[in-house]
């Protein structure tokens, strides 16, 4: 997602903001390889906040907001791979349609 954060602020989208949330059954887990390559912000859920349920997230959910703040639209990113070009832009124009909102 880094390489997509990117290729949106260097093409003018510079409000974008992606960050990743760890689930709470993943919290004692290492995560140095899923954040060592990577400058985008990681959070760790919690028992208060309980992001995870609330959302209704699955491993790899990439959930859009659009700029004030709405659910937009909920992909997932084993289902629909952003390694491939034409999922790339599909994630890509969903990120700019939801600047657009």
Do not use: C, H
């Amino acid at each position: 997602m880094q390489i997509l954060f990117n290729d949106l602020v260097g093409n003018g989208y510079d409000s974008v903001k992606i960050i990743g949330i760890n689930s709470i059954n993943a919290s004692e887990e290492d995560a140095d390889g899923m954040v060592s390559q990577n400058s985008l912000p990681w959070l760790q859920d919690n028992v208060d906040e309980d992001v995870w349920d609330q959302w209704n997230v699955e491993i790899r959910d990439f959930i859009i907001f659009d700029k004030n703040g709405n659910y937009f639209s909920k992909i997932n990113l084993t289902a629909i791979d952003p390694s491939f070009n034409q999922n790339y832009n599909n994630i890509k124009t969903l990120l700019i349609n939801a600047l657009d909102v």
